[in-house]
């Protein structure tokens, strides 16, 4: 099924849609409904600290401060974060909390951060919460966050999910007269990305465009990256049994995944350009139409309604040619979606009068009407289910929704951000062997190197040992990278551009102002008649 610009719907109908969706997610969930604000004592101002999570967010989070004001006479603080430095940040403020002047009561942390700063101590159990804030309405791959493995206590509430999806560039698909069915698996996925870079497929300004791309160089979202491939083959980063981890990295089916990665990574007619680019200049190339399907994030569809002068994509090339997003090739496993995002906890303080204001602000913005209002003004898909069902109903984001049903986020363990630091050096140690090897032996024989070393590097962490012969695991990982992939090739496809990457969307726009313009002069003509009939 295909989520195509050309279905998109109006701006125009986004404001209706909005005045329904308060009423309709309660209806949707009674349990969410909303909490009675009561006056406190505290009169603030508190202090919530959030990420800057792209266009539209820093306004969209004034504005409901500014509500949570007005509702309860409780003024609010708010202070922005870089996601590059965030961490650190948060990690030096709970590390001296006296010295911090403006230390946050309500606080915005990645989904993998809550395990972490949940087992430092630096964050307030919420089971109290549960009973005004019920749990049952978020998305349940995103809740597991919330909590660490083998624990039942709540440390933080899901605020809104991150999902990866394959997007196209419309009007180039539709030029190749490529289907769904072109990229259902692995293997056809691989040759349908040769046969298109083979082919020399040219944009509207007649300039080149590669059929796909993965992060090589100086990237920072490797397990993202990754995690498609190795899931999608049955492999998992992490192999946990009652709550205890090991590396899963050396694992059969994980290889095997890994292996379908470093292929396209490496191979410069699958993937052209992808050692020397990280991901947000791949991002640029399929903004700028360079690049057929791009792996991203569910915002880049409301950034598509935004100007430029603010950073937005109305006027991009992408724009006139038009999105669609396809459904992820599948593996032997079936296929699996990344979901990340965002969680909203409370740090722990002394002052039991502030930390009860802090309780009223973090009820406050989970409340669906809130999340639903935030979430419309990033793009980012809202964590409360009711408002997915409703949004399910968009069709700029019903294909990404139905991918939830195979939704698969990493682990709820103390230990992964720093595991994810030693997954993101790994990718880009592996695309820096493969731009200095052209040899296959050699690239293999460096990578299995690589992948060894990882392997013992993620099980130091877990305090996990085992007994590895290296040698023998580094030969089972070069066989691993060495085996046949197949690729199938796909019908014949059409390199002949269309005169005019002119979206269905904006023909229907254009013969829409075209009869508005007829019917007004139809009007003009009319009162003219009128005026001199009465002379």
């Known amino acids: 099924m295909k989520n195509v610009m050309s279905k998109f719907r109006g701006c125009s109908l986004r404001g209706s849609l909005a005045a329904l969706v308060a009423a309709a997610a309660l209806f949707v969930n009674p349990a969410s409904a909303e909490p009675v604000l009561e006056s406190a004592p505290w009169s603030g101002p508190l202090n919530f600290w959030v990420m800057d999570n792209g266009i ?3 306004k969209a989070v004034h504005k409901l401060v500014k509500k949570f004001r007005r509702d309860t006479g409780i ?87 991150d999902v990866r999806a394959f997007f196209a560039n419309e009007w180039l698909w539709h030029t190749l007269d490529i289907q ?34 993965l992060p090589g160089k100086d990237d920072w979202t ?26 899963g990295l050396l694992d059969s089916l994980t290889l095997a995944g890994l292996a379908v990665f470093v292929k396209i990574l490496g191979d410069d007619e699958l993937a052209p350009q992808s050692l020397s680019e990280n991901s947000a200049q791949n991002a640029a190339r399929f903004v700028n139409s360079e690049l057929l399907i791009h792996y991203g994030s569910s915002e880049l569809v409301r950034q598509l309604e935004y100007p430029g002068d603010i950073g937005g994509l109305r006027s991009s090339a992408i724009a006139d040619d038009g999105i669609m997003i396809l459904s992820p090739p599948e593996g032997p496993h079936a296929h699996f979606t990344f979901v990340g995002g965002s969680h909203l906890a409370l740090p722990v303080q002394d002052d039991s009068v502030r930390f009860a204001a802090a309780q009223m602000l973090l009820s406050y913005l989970l409340r669906s009407d809130n999340v639903d209002a935030f979430c419309r003004a990033v793009g980012f898909l809202p964590s409360d289910r009711g408002l997915i069902s409703i ?74 040992s085992d007994s590895l012969d290296v040698a023998l695991a580094q030969k089972r990982v070069e066989n691993a990278l060495l085996a046949e992939i197949p690729e199938v090739m796909p019908r014949e496809l059409k390199f002949e551009p269309s005169d005019s990457p002119f979206p269905v969307w904006r023909m229907i726009m254009a013969v829409v102002a075209f009869v508005c313009i007829v019917a007004l002069c139809l009007c003009v003509r009319l009162v003219v008649y009128l005026v001199r009939r009465k002379k």
Request: with cysteine; hydrophobic share 40%.
């Open 56 to 58: 539209g967010s820093q």
């Open 75 to 161: 003024s609010v603080e708010v202070r922005v974060l870089n996601w590059s430095n965030a961490f650190s940040v948060i990690t030096e403020a709970f590390s001296h909390p006296d010295s911090v002047v403006d230390f946050p009561d309500v606080l915005q942390l990645g989904s993998t951060w809550v395990p972490h700063f949940a087992s430092t101590g630096n964050l307030r159990v919420l089971d109290t919460l549960l009973a005004q804030i019920d749990s049952s309405r978020f998305y349940a791959e995103a809740f597991k966050a919330s909590r660490m493995v083998g624990s039942a206590d709540v440390y933080s509430f899901p605020w809104f999910l």
């Open 180 to 213: 769904d069915s072109d990229i259902s698996d692995f293997p056809k996925f691989l040759g349908s990305l040769r046969a298109i870079n083979r082919g020399e497929l040219k944009n509207s300004e007649m300039k080149r465009v590669a059929a796909f791309a």
């Open 222 to 247: 490797g397990p993202q990256q990754m995690a498609p491939f190795v899931w999608s083959y049955g492999g998992d980063f992490l192999k946990c049994e009652d709550g205890a981890c090991r590396s």
């Open 391 to 464: 949004w399910n109903q968009d069709r700029r984001y019903s294909q990404i929704i139905q991918s939830l049903e195979n939704g698969k986020s990493f682990p709820n363990i103390p230990e992964w951000g720093e595991i994810e630091c030693i997954l993101n050096k790994l990718t880009n140690d592996i695309g820096a062997v493969l731009t200095a090897n052209e040899d296959e032996t050699a690239r293999g024989r460096e990578i299995a190197k690589l992948l060894v070393n990882t392997h013992k590097n993620v099980n130091k962490v877990l305090h996990y």
